[in-house]
């Protein structure tokens, strides 16, 4: 399609002063990329044009050179150059600085695609053309050619690092650019050495001579520009520019090449000190730029200012330090008054990461030089990160509120790295400032305490692996109860968010809970966010040391009694602390424990009851049984119920049995420990396979209250069960309740063991949740060797087992087979156990339908969910290993055409490759088990169309393999990536080496 320069121009016209339009856009960017755009962007660069068609021409003549200029002709090319740099130079005497820009963005580019062989010496022709150009010209026009020229400079260097280009043609026209520095730095000499040069080439001549600086030129070839540079500091126009040009020199990869050089020039940043200083004071725009000048050039030569003051000469370091300490003590407050404190935090985390990766006599040389630095700094951020007052706070909005946090933030990791470098010196000092606040005459603000109490708080992470400094910690935590807390809620959070901090220190430092548990338990009492976070830090507090909780139990059982019986407790609140009863409690006496549980639980009963529509004896109350069964009621009554349920659920976890320590801490157990989730014993766990606890010391038995609490509350359970079996929300919470139950007790609920089977049964039988399956594995795995037991358990594992399979019958009928995948995992899950366990002390298949729970595992093995199939592959993996046990080799043969179809069609690509790990495991069983009968029917198999032709390799490989599990899943690797047409691709290759990582070898092609 044809554009006309009156066609564009108009629509242009009408895109610019109608309002933007889709259509008109689209239009536009077809025209640029047309080949009428050769022939209108030259015509658009008129002088007579507007200035927003003077920019299309411009952008649509780049455009084309971009796209278009490497495939011109020589010819055209030449043309093409000439043409375009006497534009430039035209329009640079009436176009405005965009036209110019975008002409010099197609200049660079068309340079390197005819450089070096077509334009040699293409930087040295472009000064000569445009200084040659610019003679006998008015002065004003001499000088837009030269700020043309500089722009022209700025860019190449710019664009040569975007434009793409051939690894060879980029060597050769680099090197090209490269021949012609010399001559640059003669020209930017000319222009900037000049005193009486327009401001505006002073700008742009320090803008180019940035850009080259950091392109390929050498610092230590160009010291007499720099100072130049350092001299524009002092100017306002040109302050902007030098800022820029100085960061980006001394930040240069390049620049730690030239120390002595660097080191020439750091006195000229020390000369900026009193600029600094007023700039700060005044709170003059210049103070931002000062900062980010001094932080760069100390951030990028941190190891440089280590080994000067290594080899003896410190004072030039210690200047640097206090002109950065300076920037960091910026008069005001963070964001609102001053926005410069915080560039200069990242320069102190870099000082102290190079000091600690000193050798051991570097480091007990430099240390000592630096400690001074660092206390100065302490004291600094204490006053910078000061909370404001609640008359402040409230001006500020929601950036600045947000803005400080992370200053914060910053400040608490600022003071972890401070404390690498003082260690017991910044103890001794914190101790000091926290006993002066407890021995003062007045009340000290209570922003300097929160402060104090904040930085403790933000060390805990690099102190509580260091146990040399138990005793200055000890010192601290025994000065908490006399702080004047009370002055202002947010110390007292602050205090809370310390002792959270040390938790984990406390297992092994419990003397501290004398001191740390009466200001806990104050604070609950308190109640609102700050009981939260009392309840949170008393949590963790007895979770972690749980046993030194005896000496205390009183104490805190009374607080938790009073709280939970007075205070209207958001019920995440509530579960906190009966976790926290739960802990304690397991440390009593038995005796105590009854009497405490009494106390604390019976309140929390009789409401349950009331839900339930009983009374106090557990008697049926006609009217609350109305109340219950009014419509308008009954929402209410349902959440109050399922919080009461929920609420014994959390105190159950919370009662196991306790180890004589505590375990190592890793990763993973403490992000259990602080989440709300209750961590339950693996499903894999043995109760019988335990190890014996005749070597524990002799503690209270948290199961006796678990079972005396559990009594109690299986008269409201059978009640709900019968008035709420439809629901399935509170149906989970009865059983989950239950299952935390058996799992704090174990084999000790052997009491109730036929109740429970007795609610699970029928409960199931009512409505089928997986929640019930997961209880009745867990009691298989407690009873299945107890011989009084054995016919509760088998009568369990036949009910679930029926009523699964009838359930599962009728979602197949109904075409709704995957909304039941949760029930799937979990029978697969109950009946993998059963067979691993129950298998040898009971007849199996006369209990459950073999045949029926194998179809179940191949349907498992369809469905999408990554964890159902894993279940279905262990299930088949233990179901064929045991298949003599109970009859099962019948029930393999007449399903292992089936099995094997399912795992050579997920080899073959209907499954993705995560399944094919999982699946290959039940082939290499099958393989081993039965290696005749598994041949036979993957030949059968494999002989149809669909399957490369190396399957013969492929059968005889996993058969020949079928002792090495390493070797079989190469073999189906291969296969598979056969089978998906990716063998011999990168993709292959990676999957390789990524397989040969995980087996310790080194990698290459699938063999």
């Not at 308190?526 to 309840?535: D, K, Q, W």
């Amino acid at each position: 399609m044809e554009y006309s320069e009156e066609q564009v121009e108009s629509v242009l016209h009408s895109f610019y002063n109608s309002g933007y339009t889709v259509d008109a856009n689209q239009w536009l960017m077809s025209a640029q990329i047309s080949d009428s755009g050769w022939e209108f962007s030259w015509k658009f660069l008129q002088h007579d044009k507007p200035d927003y068609v003077q920019f299309f021409g411009a952008c649509t003549l780049c455009t084309k050179i971009i796209h278009s200029g490497r495939a011109l002709p020589l010819d055209k090319a030449v043309e093409l150059r000439t043409s375009l740099l006497g534009k430039l130079l035209e329009c640079s005497e009436y176009a405005n600085h965009a036209v110019v820009s975008k002409l010099c963005i197609a200049v660079a580019h068309l340079a390197f695609y005819m450089s070096p062989d077509h334009w040699p010496g293409v930087v040295e022709s472009i000064v000569d053309y445009i200084q040659a150009g610019s003679r006998g010209k008015s002065q004003e026009a001499n000088v837009k050619a030269i700020c043309a020229l500089t722009e022209l400079l700025r860019i190449i260097p710019e664009e040569f690092c975007a434009v793409l280009l051939p690894a060879q043609k980029r060597a050769a026209v680099k090197e090209d650019l490269e021949a012609g520095v010399p001559r640059i730095m003669a020209y930017f000499r000319e222009i900037l050495s000049t005193g009486h040069c327009p401001k505006q080439v002073y700008c742009s001549g320090i803008n180019a001579l940035s850009a080259w600086l950091q392109f390929s030129v050498p610092i230590d070839n160009s010291v007499d520009l720099v100072l130049i540079v350092f001299q524009a500091l002092h100017d306002a126009d040109l302050f902007e520019e030098a800022v820029e040009c100085l960061c980006n020199i001394f930040s240069h990869p390049s620049v730690h090449k030239f120390p002595g050089t660097v080191s020439s020039l750091l006195p000229y940043i020390v000369s900026l000190d009193e600029c600094l200083d007023k700039a700060l004071t005044d709170g003059s725009d210049t103070a931002q730029g000062l900062c980010r000048l001094v932080t760069t050039v100390c951030e990028s030569q941190c190891r440089l200012l280590l080994d000067t003051c290594y080899h003896g000469d410190t004072e030039l370091t210690h200047k640097l330090l206090a002109m950065v300490l300076r920037c960091t003590d910026a008069p005001g407050r963070f964001p609102t008054d001053e926005q410069v404190s915080d560039s200069a935090l990242y320069f102190w985390y870099l000082l102290q990461d190079e000091l600690t990766s000193c050798d051991e006599t570097k480091w007990s040389h430099l240390v000592g030089l630096f400690q001074d630095a660092y206390m100065r700094l302490v004291v600094v951020l204490l006053r910078k990160c000061q909370l404001p007052d609640e008359a402040a706070e409230a001006e500020l909005g929601e950036d600045d509120r947000e803005k400080f946090r992370c200053y914060r933030e910053d400040i608490g990791d600022t003071f972890m790295y401070a404390y690498n470098i003082l260690k017991a010196n910044l103890f001794q000092w914190v101790y000091s400032l926290l006993y002066s606040f407890c021995t003062a005459d007045y009340t000290p603000p209570w922003q300097h305490v929160e402060s104090v109490l904040f930085l403790v708080q933000a060390i805990a992470e690099n102190v509580v692996d260091n146990d040399t400094h138990d005793a200055e910690l000890r010192d601290i935590f025994s000065l908490l109860p006399r702080l004047p807390l009370s002055s202002n809620v947010r110390c007292i959070q602050a205090a809370l968010d310390m002792i959270s901090a040390y938790q984990e220190w406390m297992s092994d430092n419990p003397y501290v809970l004398n001191n740390v548990l009466p200001t806990v338990l104050r604070c609950m009492q308190l109640g609102g966010e700050l009981g939260a976070s009392a309840g949170k830090a008393l949590r963790n507090i007895c979770q972690i040391n749980q046993l030194q909780m005896l000496p205390h139990g009183s104490a805190i059982l009374d607080c938790l009694s009073g709280v939970l019986s007075t205070q209207q407790l958001p019920p995440a609140d509530a579960n906190r602390l009966m976790c926290c009863v739960g802990y304690t409690v397991s440390m009593l006496p038995r005796d105590t424990m009854i009497a405490y549980l009494d106390k604390i639980c019976t309140p929390q009963l009789l409401q349950l009851c009331e839900a339930c529509g009983l009374d106090s004896s557990g008697a049926e109350s006609a009217d609350l049984q109305q109340q219950q069964r009014d419509s308008a009621s009954q929402p209410a009554l349902k959440a109050l119920i399922l919080t009461k349920l929920k609420l014994f659920g959390w105190l159950f976890t919370a009662m196991q049995k306790s180890n004589p320590a505590p375990p190592p801490v890793s990763p993973g157990s403490a992000a259990r420990r602080n989440s709300d989730v209750p961590h339950l014993i693996d499903d894999d766990d043995d109760v019988n396979e335990s190890s014996s606890d005749a070597d524990l010391p002799q503690l209270a038995a948290p199961h006796v209250g678990v079972l005396w609490l559990l009594d109690k509350l299986l008269r409201p359970i059978e009640r709900v069960t019968r008035v709420y079996v439809g629901d399935r929300e509170l149906m989970e919470a009865v059983f989950d309740l239950f299952k935390w139950a058996l799992r704090a007790t174990q084999l000790e609920f052997e009491p109730l063991i036929g109740t429970l089977t007795s609610f699970v049964v029928q409960a199931y039988a009512e409505m089928p949740q997986s929640v019930l399956l997961d209880l009745a594995k867990q009691i298989l795995i407690c009873f299945h060797s107890s011989a009084p037991h054995s016919d509760t358990v088998s009568g369990l594992l036949t009910a679930m087992a029926s009523r699964t399979l009838q359930h599962l019958r009728e979602a197949e009928a109904q075409n709704c087979i995957g909304q039941s995948t949760d029930i799937i995992e979990s029978f697969l899950s109950l009946m993998y156990h059963a067979i691993r366990r129950a298998s040898g002390s009971m007849q199996l298949h006369q209990l459950v339908d073999m045949n029926s729970v194998f179809k179940v595992a191949l349907c498992g093995l369809s469905l999408p969910e990554l964890s159902t199939l894993k279940t279905a592959c262990l299930l088949l993996v233990e179901f064929i290993t045991h298949c003599d046990r109970y009859n099962g080799q019948s029930v393999l043969m007449d399903h292992m055409r089936a099995l094997c179809h399912r795992i050579v069609r997920a080899i073959g690509g209907d499954s993705p490759r995560f399944a094919v790990d999982h699946l290959a495991t039940v082939l290499l069983c099958l393989v081993r088990s039965f290696p005749a009968e598994a041949r036979r029917c993957l030949s059968e198999l494999l002989a149809g169309p669909d399957y490369p032709t190396p399957r013969s390799a492929f059968l005889n490989g996993i058969i020949r393999h079928r002792g090495s599990k390493k070797m079989v899943k190469q073999e189906i690797l291969n296969f598979g990536l056969r089978c998906r047409g990716l063998y011999g691709t990168q993709y292959a290759l990676e999957t390789a080496n990524s397989m040969a990582m995980m087996s310790g070898d080194a990698g290459g092609w699938p063999k």
